[in-house]
């Protein structure tokens, strides 16, 4: 099978496609990959509005930077196939936990983590549970919560793939304060306290990367609080959408950026502090002004230049930074 790939040389976007693209065809095997300049494809025949741009043996083509889970799905369909999954190795090898140790040294250890596959909506792990694991999130997305006082749900973090958790069991033996729900099919590899603990010692690098992982969930709570005390929802709402798009966000052609979860009017009410209702109202603003649209599958499209941060965001920079 032969996928070809228009793209630009001066692109950064076709560059990132070109590499997607290549490392997806190697896991399938026969595949062809060919590389051509946009310029060439009315030569070709073939009609490409947008760079990068891939055509399917079927005609069909794939715009932008598709991600590689979304390429898996579609080639393993044209092969009438299901979509293969990398093995545990190379999944840990990718985490951020994990990021520049050698192969052979994740290879060792990797026995320790043991596989689990949770559906949408079902929870990890619930307040109150005993501490005694630490998880890597391989595929999928997890909504980490807590509930308030009166019982309201109130989102502190949303993990994507690569995302460790659960890690403040490494430091002291207590009970869950937080709970973790998969907001996706999601596959995460858990590792007991014990295990993890005696690899940290063998390791002291893991100690600095958990470390850090901890610190910087800690500034996204101290800023997710100060939204809550000091902005409107329609700010707190940029906010977040900005931060999505940090975080899972995935950069398109037309300098737009695709958000790579998919997350319903309530999950967003529930990440800034607001009522399904409200948020429903002011995101239907940022769709008028054309910040904010839904591509055909229903990921939010952010434009950023129509989300610009404004005196919300100067005003957190000023608490949090009198705070430390």
């Not at 095997?29 to 070709?44: K, L």
């Not at 329609?234 to 798009?245: F, K, Y």
Request: net charge neutral.
């Amino acid at each position: 099978m032969e996928l070809i790939l228009y793209g630009r040389r001066d692109c950064a976007f076709s560059k990132l496609a070109e590499h997607r693209v290549a490392e997806v065809a190697r896991e399938f095997g026969g595949i062809d990959v060919s590389v051509r300049e946009r310029s060439q494809a009315d030569a070709d025949g073939a009609r490409v509005t947008a760079t990068p741009a891939l055509i399917l043996p079927d005609g069909h083509r794939l715009t932008g930077t598709p991600s590689v889970e979304r390429l898996r799905r579609v080639i393993a369909e044209l092969l009438g196939k299901e979509a293969s999954v990398p093995n545990k190795v190379w999944y840990l090898q990718h985490s951020r936990l994990f990021h520049g140790v050698p192969l052979k040294e994740v290879e060792k250890f990797a026995h320790l983590f043991h596989e689990h596959d949770y559906e949408p909506k079902q929870i990890v792990f619930a307040e109150g549970d005993l501490g005694d694991a630490v998880y890597l999130l391989k595929t999928g997305h997890v909504r980490l919560y807590r509930l308030t006082e009166d019982g309201k749900e109130l989102t502190l973090a949303i993990l994507g793939p690569g995302d460790v958790f659960g890690e403040l069991a490494l430091f002291k033996q207590a009970r869950r304060q937080t709970f973790a729900e998969a907001l996706e099919n999601s596959h995460i590899c858990a590792a007991s306290v014990d295990d993890f603990t005696r690899l940290m010692s063998h390791k002291p690098q893991l100690t600095m990367m958990v470390a850090s992982e901890i610190a910087k969930r800690r500034s996204e709570m101290e800023t997710r609080i100060a939204g809550l005390a000091y902005g409107s929802v329609r700010a707190r709402l940029v906010h977040a959408l900005r931060h999505l798009a940090r975080e899972h966000g995935e950069q398109r052609p037309d300098g737009n950026v695709r958000i790579s979860i998919r997350l319903s009017h309530q999950e967003l009410a529930q990440l800034i502090g607001a009522t399904r209702e409200t948020c429903t109202i002011e995101l239907g603003k940022l769709q008028q002004s054309g910040g904010v649209c839904f591509d055909g599958e229903r990921h939010m499209v952010l434009d950023l230049d129509k989300l610009e941060p404004g005196l919300f965001d100067r005003v957190l920079q000023g608490v949090l930074g009198t705070a430390r």
